[in-house]
């Protein structure tokens, strides 16, 4: 599996919406080791403005009823997917099954079901698949992860976080949540991932609720706000509440018997991340991170992982198993009920070794796509 050369591998990006045009695409410039060939979108102004931007001409641009054609001419060895979460699935099985690794954003998919199509057909095309989760590779993160793993918190008890955001009308985030949309999707998964990589575990039970303000038309296909309780081995439990209608937060505590870590920011990409960690007999550690590009490490990660046919510890199975749980929450939310889990495990967990650092970069101007709450 492991690519004969050390020549860059060659990505498509495809979907170039907010997310591509800010983070990933200028990311490359910090991958040594992946080299930006092909775009793949909808709009004629999005592939001439940004392929000039990037240096791909127009040979390497392509509509997305061209991706076919993309995937057979032997441009590329890999592709970024970031189209709308309900499209992930269909865009990485075509990839695969033209022989390509897939690196795409999360959600991995809507559901389930889906998420294990993706492993079993990336699996039997020998091909590698990536949850692109970029704090797996973060600093403030990863030392709290170590740090817990190391028992520096002592018996770990309790996770608490909040990430929000005012989310205008008419974003994409706010579609239907059968289609992806919705804050567990985009924002609460962050908590869930944090919650799992911190405990090293999988919980075993989740209760939900979701509330909405009555008259606010943009949540009327999709939550403004989810509180869900995660019941993990050892008796431990965790918290967090995700919304699209609240002043921007984005934070958590981990709590253990001996100590606990303060994250605050604790998601973004576009701002600084710290931590702070309170042990015993008034110790205290601090850090803050000024921003940096936390895309570039995952295409530089994912790139070595092809070169050296070596799984991604953020592999499908990764993102499945985030997947199962937002579904579990949504469903307890509509029931009233606890719902009880039997998560697919990832083989590997995160831990410090995979902190990569690169300088970050101006937000570049968008072309027909804004932030969500622009």
């Known amino acids: 599996m492991a690519k004969s050369t050390d020549t860059p591998i060659r990505y498509a990006v495809v979907g170039l919406g907010h997310i591509a045009q800010v983070a990933v695409l200028p990311a490359f410039e910090n991958a040594h080791n992946a080299e930006l060939t092909a775009l793949v979108s909808g709009d004629d102004a999005k592939l001439a403005t940004l392929g000039e931007r990037h240096g791909v001409g127009t040979k390497h641009q392509f509509h997305y009823e061209d991706y076919d054609e993309l995937l057979d001419d032997d441009l590329v060895d890999a592709v970024y997917i970031a189209v709308p979460n309900h499209l992930h699935h269909e865009y990485t099985v075509r990839a695969a099954e033209a022989g390509l ?26 091909v590698y698949l990536m949850t692109a989760y970029r704090l797996h590779f973060e600093a403030a993160n990863m030392t709290a992860v170590q740090a817990a793993r ?9 996770f608490q976080a909040s990430f929000s955001q005012d989310v205008t009308a008419g974003n994409v985030r706010l579609m239907p949540v059968e289609d992806g949309g919705g804050t567990v999707y985009d924002m609460g998964i962050y908590c869930i991932n ?4 911190l405990f090293g ?25 989810t509180t869900a309780i995660l019941r993990f081995p050892h008796n431990r439990l965790a918290t967090f509440t995700s919304s699209f209608g609240a002043y921007a937060t984005s934070t958590y505590r981990l709590v253990g018997t001996r100590g606990e870590a303060l994250l605050d920011p604790a ?41 050296q046919g070596r799984r991604p510890e953020t592999d499908g199975y990764e993102g ?7 579904e579990a929450i949504y469903e307890s939310a509509e029931t009233g009920q606890p719902v009880a889990l039997d998560i697919v495990e990832p083989p590997q967990r995160p831990d410090a070794a995979q902190i990569i650092t690169r300088p970050g970069f101006a937000k570049p101007d968008e072309i027909g796509a804004s932030s969500p709450s622009d």
């Not at 601090?286 to 490490?297: I, L, M, N």
């Not at 499945?320 to 937002?326: C, F, H, L, N």
């Open 101 to 126: 690794h897939v690196l795409c954003e999360k959600p991995l998919a809507v559901t389930s079901q889906e998420c294990r199509e993706m492993v079993e057909i990336c699996e039997a095309n020998d």
């Open 150 to 158: 190391d028992g520096e918190f002592g018996d770990l008890r309790f």
């Open 194 to 197: 944090a919650a799992r990589y």
């Open 201 to 225: 575990d999988e919980p075993l039970e989740v209760m939900a609720m979701t509330e909405s303000r009555q008259g606010d038309e943009r949540f009327s296909d999709c939550d403004e706000m």
């Open 267 to 307: 998601f973004g990409y576009a701002t600084n991340l710290a931590y702070q960690f309170h042990l015993d007999k008034g110790q205290m550690h601090a850090e803050t991170f000024e921003k940096r590009d936390q895309f570039g490490p995952q295409l530089l990660y994912f790139s070595d992982c092809i070169l």
């Open 320 to 326: 499945w198993a985030d997947v199962q749980i937002i």
